[in-house]
């Protein structure tokens, strides 16, 4: 079987291709590398550079490469653009998976895994988030996951799919320098770069209702993200299947825990002032995890210093 994975240069998507490929999958990318760079994929690998809003570009992908299957990565993903451009957004994430989903009917294709977010929850109460709370999007970026989810639901009927939307969590770290994201909004890029200019790093917002007043993020590693795609590819594989499922460790740490994880790898300080909260940003909590052990046969395997020091040794390793 093959399977095109969008955004397959980018961060997340490199780490997927990676974990599809060696699980024995053939794995073609599509990618506008608007955030992606091609240096990140195996020698030999299918590419096909466009953008998800055009239909003809994927359809000529799909059937050029018998492809069976999609994992859809690419998406805008900045919470603050998001409420700055609105309109691009709900251009980007939505019609681009629309024209996705058209692209996949006139292909005959029926099997996809689509990159959703932890950011619905919005406003949920925690301290753990089940796949069935009542869901609160409180940007634009939230909200073009969620429309993506819906538009599943209600075309899963007439287009045959199978599918599971996995609910990211926070994704940090890295299994080459190469793969790893150096730059955007990725908090450890942003904590790095601010240790390695002696620049003090901002924390958004200290009077959030959690245990010291930062918000709480369930963070995740990478290449535990990756493994729970080809899980996923698996299960929409085996049978026709069709629901959400959360990914993340079932474990939420505040800011304040991370920057002292990050005192501990790197041996550094960690200047740091409290600014204002970004518009959009919830006080976070952590990932319920039971569903996707339960239906996948998944479970995260690192913990927070894992993912901090595997961050900081890809970045030394491509600053020093």
Known sequence: MTWLVTGGAGYIGSHVVRELASAGHSVVVFDDLSAGVTARLAEGT??????????????????????TGVVNIAARKSVPESVDRPLWYYQENVVGFTSLLAAMERAGVTRIVQSSSAAIYGSAAGPMLTEDETVTPLSPYAQTKLVAENILADVADSLKLSYLALRYFNP??????????????NVMAVLFAAIDADRTFQVTGDDFDTRDGSGVRDYIHVRDLAKAHVAAVDRVTADEYRDVVNVGTGRGYTVFELLDAVRKVTGRAVPHEVVGRRPGDPAGAAASVEKAARILGWHAEHDLLDMVDSAWRMWRAQHD
């Open 46 to 67: 299918p590419f096909r550079q466009g953008t998800l809003r055009d239909e003809d570009a994927l359809f000529d992908a799909l059937t050029a490469f018998d492809v």
């Open 172 to 185: 940090i770290g890295a299994t080459e320098p190469v793969l790893a994201e150096v730059g955007g909004t």
